[in-house]
């Protein structure tokens, strides 16, 4: 893409400019290339708003830029473009008016400074599903008992949703926008029972007599309002391997587990390897009880990052996605950009061959302008990264807790 750059000065007669004012091109005519799409005119606009001018985004007539030089010149416009591998070519483009040495200044700078990003990158985002319709619902047994049911032929849109809208209700987490997550990390709008059958694990285990060890440590966004009901019985907790070592109890033949909503099962299972060495009759939920939506965050997020250069957060909500991705961002070195309005992107922030992106608002807004706006900067692959566990049924029958 590099070899097809090419940057202009054009002077123009034709292209009237407001005072105190830019004209930010949405799409316009090349005189050597032809027509020139601009899907990043959004990020011009916001960052020449936020310097004080005037914006008047809007396609230019094809005589606008025509390189003819003869004659005073009321107007000049600095554009780079490039050609798409599919073909055409796209860009960006500002006018100011040719007496106006600061806003023509501001234009140069700009167009410099985003040029020198123009680059072939890949996108990447990671799905959070959520159960269809017709999903089992808490309580109710199924054919196939799981928690989470695979959404069939889903779509997704460039940026997918991160944090979906839901109604209030017991175990759930909530966001000032109206949004939030079961105690599992679930969105509040699925059916996953895996928090109901914690709880009800929990006070059968104290009403029979056993002493219970909540076991693994929710993941950030996890956790809260569960259990609804404290039981009056022993409960204690190991959130990691060494507090599984160090827990003493009581009676070591009547020790049970519950294993805490949100908690990453694979994580888990290696305290509760501690548990069965120290505790052979301990007893606990069937796995077909777990919820593993922030196990395969974590595992989701982790290959995502991996390979990226970046990860920009977009919106001003929170999700378990999010903070997942925040804590292994920070293990792993890889930066991090809060993007709450397009005008906060700066060039270094997607200088990058991959860049992840996390949406944490609705399924419209600066996410999917972010989308767009990367299609500006140069040939761009979207990959949405899924990573979804589904228990299958076993051929045993109905399970039964152990």
């Known amino acids: 893409m590099n070899r097809s750059k090419r940057s202009d000065v054009f002077p123009s007669t034709s292209l009237p400019v407001t005072p105190g004012g830019l004209s930010v091109a949405t799409a316009w005519w090349h005189p050597v290339r032809g027509h020139v799409d601009c899907p990043a005119h959004p990020l011009l606009s916001a960052h020449a708003r936020r310097a004080g001018y005037t914006v008047d ?11 003819d030089d ?7 416009v600095v554009a780079v473009s490039y050609e798409r591998p599919e073909g055409g070519h796209r860009g960006i483009a500002l006018a100011a008016r040719s007496e106006d040495g600061a ?7 700009q167009i410099t400074s985003w040029q020198s990003v123009l680059r072939t990158r890949r996108v990447l985002y990671v799905s959070e599903e959520t159960a269809p319709s017709g999903a089992p619902a ?5 054919a196939t008992p799981a928690p989470h049911v695979p959404h069939p032929s889903a779509s997704y849109a460039p940026v997918p949703p991160q944090g979906p809208r839901g109604s209030g209700g017991p175990g759930r987490q909530d966001r000032p926008d109206g949004g939030g997550w079961l105690a ?7 059916t996953c029972p895996s928090a109901d059958s914690a709880e009800r694990s929990l006070h059968r285990s104290v009403g029979r007599g056993d002493e219970v060890v909540v076991v693994g440590a929710p993941a950030g966004g996890t956790g809260g309002g569960w259990p609804r009901k404290v039981p009056a019985g022993t409960v204690q907790r190991a959130r990691t391997p060494a507090q599984a070592e160090a827990l003493a109890v009581a009676d070591p033949e009547r020790l049970a587990f519950v294993l805490a909503p949100g908690a990453v099962v694979s994580e888990a299972a290696g305290i509760l390897r501690v548990l069965r060495r120290r505790f052979p009759r301990l007893r606990g939920q069937h796995p077909w009880d777990w919820c593993y939506t922030t196990d395969d965050l974590v595992t989701a997020v982790g290959s995502v990052l991996g390979q990226s250069d970046a990860l920009l957060v977009t919106g ?15 293990r792993s070195g890889v930066r ?6 397009l005008d906060r992107i700066r060039p270094e922030d997607v200088d990058g061959a991959t860049i992840t992106v996390l949406h944490t608002a609705a399924r419209d807004g600066h996410g999917r302008d972010l ?4 299609d500006g900067l140069g040939p761009t692959g979207h990959i949405v990264r899924r990573v979804h566990s589904t228990a299958l049924p076993s051929g045993l029958g109905a399970h039964e807790p152990a």
């Open 57 to 67: 985004a809007r396609p230019w007539e094809e005589a606008a830029v025509n390189g």
């Open 70 to 76: 003869r004659g005073p010149a009321a107007t000049t």
């Open 103 to 109: 806003a023509v200044a501001f234009a140069h700078r």
């Open 138 to 142: 808490a309580g109710v047994r199924s």
């Open 184 to 190: 599992c990390g679930c969105p509040a709008g699925s």
């Open 316 to 330: 001003s909500g929170d999700s378990p996605l999010v903070r997942t991705a925040l804590v292994v961002a920070a």
């Open 336 to 341: 991090v950009r809060e993007v709450t309005s």
């Open 371 to 374: 989308a767009r706006v990367l």
